[in-house]
């Protein structure tokens, strides 16, 4: 057997594993967009978060009638609840509005959004077959707006994608005829297929969307490095704006004012 021969075997089972465990479920954030409208560089005191809408047309699941309106109903309150719950570590203090209930006027934020689309694959296909097979998908569009004004003007959108991924399920600890103990890791991925679902995509979702805004404020100039986060951003790897002790960068420092002009009596005096 050539040299060549020898190390085939072993260089495609770690490509192969490699890919097993390169990829899991996850949600990013597929783009931020900023409207014309700038609200005051300042954190809000409190954001309220809307009931979101749905497109029907990309609402996969196995459910019609009084079963689909129960589901929509719980995947909503499911949203807004954990926004909610994430908002006031990194953005500002929230609470639910009900929809096309009367808003406050001040210095007040209105996170809306829709679910662009929501496929809820297969708990077990995702379990014993994995790499793809019966995954989850949910896309949302999100809209913030500022409710300093007489109307509700958005101000920024933020865009995102996710699901289960091509996570391996139960066959890719087959690897480990392979590559040996590295293929044991495949198990934690067997675990998270059956933790996989609509319910942890919207989990993920809200956390993706905290760290954006949180971001946002930071761009702004209305928080501090060591107060922000940032989102994982599709097809690029992570790059959080992280609090110190869970990032080794130095922080950024803010831009600083040019210095006034000295005139000559400043100078007669140094």
């Not at 072993?10 to 931020?32: G, R």
């Not at 066959?171 to 044991?184: E, K, Q, R, V």
Request: with cysteine; glycine share 8%.
């Amino acid at each position: 057997m050539s040299i060549f021969s020898a190390c085939r075997v072993p260089l495609l089972s770690a490509a192969f594993s490699a890919l097993l465990l390169s990829s899991c479920a996850s949600v990013s954030v597929k783009e931020v967009v900023r409207t014309p409208h700038e609200p005051k560089a300042q954190i809000p005191e409190k954001v309220f978060v809307a009931p979101f809408e749905f497109d029907d047309v990309n609402l996969r699941v196995d459910r019609s009638g009084a079963d689909l309106k129960n589901f929509k109903f719980n995947l909503r309150e499911l949203m807004t609840r954990n926004l909610v719950r994430r908002l006031p570590r990194y953005v500002a203090p929230a609470a639910t509005v009900a929809e096309n209930a009367p808003l406050p006027r001040g210095n007040y934020w209105l996170v809306s959004g829709k679910f662009d689309r929501v496929s809820q694959g297969s708990r077990i296909l995702r379990s014993v077959v994995g790499l793809g097979a019966g995954g989850t998908r949910m896309d949302t569009t999100i809209v913030v707006s500022d409710l300093s004004g007489r109307v509700p003007i958005p101000f920024l959108r933020i865009v995102t994608t996710g699901g289960s991924n091509i996570s391996p399920g139960i066959g890719g600890i087959a690897t480990f005829f392979f590559s040996g103990p590295m293929a044991l890791t495949n198990l934690f991925n067997v675990v998270d297929g059956v933790r996989s679902g609509i319910t942890f995509d919207t989990i993920r979702t809200t956390r993706e969307v905290n760290a954006a805004l949180s971001e946002y404020l930071y761009h702004r100039g209305a928080i501090r490095y060591e107060n922000a986060s940032g989102p994982k951003r599709l097809g690029k790897l992570p790059d959080r704006i992280a609090t110190p002790d869970r990032s080794k960068r130095p922080a950024p420092k803010h831009p600083q004012p040019p210095a006034a002009p000295t005139t000559r009596t400043d100078r007669e005096r140094q």
